[in-house]
Nanobody, 127 residues
Framework: QVQLVESGGTLVQAGDSLRLSCEGS????????VGWFRQAPGKEREFVAA????????TYDDSVKGRFTISRESAKKTVYLHMNSLKPEDTAVYYC????????????????????WGQGTQVTVSS
């Protein structure tokens, strides 16, 4: 069993930077690939970024490539999403998700492939 807790969401202005954290508990978290997804009001949940369990492989949605960076700190059992040059269209609830069976690259961008989910953290970007 893996429990995930996101934090770091807040209200920022366009162009600002923000770092989200996803803290995992449970002995298998370090063996999980972790993804960040987001859901804006009235829209479906969409993929943002993912990182392999070793941290050596990452993948990004085109809409955030070059602006967002995903990383993990195994000792702290935490995965981060560093977000730069934020835009109003980045406004959403951001969720982290973990899955121990994603072992190969390319990492899955499909939310159905991730078993464990956090409760989400709200990011609002004002123009």
């Amino acid at each position: 069993q893996v429990q995930l807790v996101e934090s770091g969401g807040t209200l920022v202005q366009a162009g600002d930077s923000l770092r989200l954290s996803c803290e995992g508990s449970g002995y298998t978290f370090s063996r999980c690939a972790v993804g960040w997804f987001r859901q804006a009001p009235g829209k479906e949940r969409e993929f943002v970024a993912a990182i392999s369990r070793s941290g050596s492989s990452t993948t990004y949605d085109d809409s955030v490539k070059g602006r967002f960076t995903i990383s993990r700190e195994s000792a702290k059992k935490t995965v981060y999403l560093h977000m730069n040059s934020l835009k109003p269209e980045d406004t959403a609830v951001y969720y982290c998700a973990a899955e121990p069976t994603i072992l190969t690259v390319p990492l899955s961008v499909n939310s159905d492939d991730y078993r464990y989910w956090g409760q989400g953290t709200q990011v609002t970007v004002s123009s």
